[in-house]
């Protein structure tokens, strides 16, 4: 079964500091990766999202992702953090079904929770 | 594209009741997905549709929980006979069906069994 672990439950960094928010992904086929930011009792906002093809993916809000199959990873990172990124981030895997196609239901991680101080 | 909504966004109730909550996709969205997530977790799955096909359904999804598509639009997500841990968020999301199948997730209706 698929699984998607975030080691870190809560990160804090100062505004202007870099972030690095690991994931980490059990599947046994080739990924289907996505990064969601939710904020205070709101929905999930995608981020980003890797299917195939190059391994460095950009994002909004000047997100960006890469996959290392070798290390089953998906780290999100940010050159410099803004206040306004203080949120909870989410890595979720996709299913795929025997054709390869994207469907159903996301595997999500625990959530980071990213604090920035001024 | 309005996005995904979801009404109501807060529901309190008593154990015991039951309680029905609404999803209206973006439009020409096929795929509809129910998530729910609790204090400190991720969401999880709870079942999703093709059009008015309920394709899958978790184990977290008891008797007590139905969900239904009538016409390939909006859902709804019914539980009956509340218990206190039912109390979470439940969220919607919808989705093309496509190669590269993204999923659009809308507010979430709270909900809070006392």
């Known amino acids: 079964a698929q699984s998607v672990t975030q080691p870190d439950i809560h990160i804090t960094v100062s505004e202007g500091a870099s972030l690095e928010l690991r994931c980490n992904y059990s599947y046994g086929a080739t990924p289907y990766l996505f990064w969601y930011v939710q904020s205070p009792g709101q929905g999930l906002q995608l981020l980003l999202k890797y299917f195939s093809g190059d391994t460095l993916v950009q994002g909004i809000k000047g997100f960006e992702a890469e996959f290392k199959r070798s290390q089953s990873s998906f780290n999100l990172r940010k050159p410099s953090v803004h206040w306004s990124d203080a949120a909870e981030y989410f890595c979720a895997v996709g299913s795929t079904n025997a054709g390869g196609t994207s469907y159903g239901k996301l595997t999500f991680g625990q959530g980071t929770i990213l604090t920035v101080h001024p | 594209d309005t996005g995904v909504s979801q009404d109501p966004r807060h529901k309190i109730t008593k154990r015991g009741q039951n309680v029905t909550f609404r999803c209206d996709p973006i439009s020409e969205h096929n795929r509809l997905y129910w998530y729910r997530q609790t204090l400190g977790q991720g969401p999880e799955f709870l079942t999703y549709?093709?059009?008015?096909?309920?394709?899958?359904k978790s184990r977290l999804l008891s008797d007590r929980f139905s969900a239904e598509r009538p016409k390939g639009s909006f859902s709804t997500l019914e539980i009956q006979r509340t218990e206190q841990g039912d109390s979470a968020m439940y969220l919607c999301?919808?989705?093309?069906?496509?190669?590269?199948?993204?999923?659009?997730f809308g507010p979430g209706t709270r909900l809070l069994v006392l």
């Open positions: 549709f093709q059009n008015e096909a309920q394709l899958e």
């Open positions: 999301a919808s989705s093309l069906t496509s190669f590269q199948e993204t999923q659009y």
